[in-house]
């Protein structure tokens, strides 16, 4: 591992010059120069003082990076089953709750609604794939139907009933995750 290449690419990531690094850490301009160019190595103290001012660690910054799965399938999807409520919640992600949003794909028997979710930070998104639902927000109801989007901010109770005769699937999108 090149340290001073990768203090290099740090700093010009979060747009400091050397001397501002320089400034931040008490240390020289030159001495910035030579370690991002691996001519010279930092004793331990220093090391850490430069990665607090650029706003890491020793541990993130040895880290390994790990390849980020990008493709879930079949074998990734956890389902939860509420046949009384007449709906089923498919995870499609695992472990959603550490990212920005989770998707979900619910799907809904005639009849069928999904809880009852309290208010919340963020926006939440749904595209109706089959049938219609009725999505409830707060005291309203609104029709969705197959192929159209609803998108709201979730500042009131809200929740999809399938009203119809057919079996309703819509792709739900959270941010944050509130599934």
């Not at 008490?26 to 850490?48: H, M, N, V, W, Y």
């Not at 998707?103 to 089959?130: C, K, N, Q, Y």
């Not at 999505?135 to 901010?153: A, D, N, Q, Y």
Request: charged residues 25%.
């Amino acid at each position: 591992m090149r340290i001073g290449e990768k203090i290099r690419r740090r700093r010009i990531r979060l747009g400091l010059t050397q001397e501002e690094l320089a400034a931040r850490t008490e240390l020289s301009k030159g001495f910035i120069s030579q370690l991002e160019r691996d001519l010279t190595s930092p004793s331990i103290a220093t090391l850490t003082d430069i990665l607090e001012a650029l706003g890491t660690d020793l541990a993130d910054f040895f880290a390994e990076p790990r390849e980020e799965k990008v493709v879930f399938g079949a074998d990734d999807v956890f389902v939860k089953e509420d046949l009384e409520a007449g709906h089923a919640i498919h995870w499609l992600i695992p472990n959603a709750q550490k990212n920005l949003l989770e998707p979900i794909l619910v799907s809904l028997a005639p009849g069928g609604r999904t809880p009852e979710d309290d208010p919340h930070e963020g926006e939440e998104f749904g595209h109706v794939l089959a049938g219609g639902v009725a999505l409830h927000l707060g005291g309203r109801e609104i029709k969705v139907r197959r192929g159209s989007s609803f998108c709201f901010k979730p500042s009131s109770v809200h929740y999809i009933v399938n009203n119809g005769k057919t079996e309703a699937k819509v792709l739900w999108v959270a941010t944050p995750p509130s599934f």
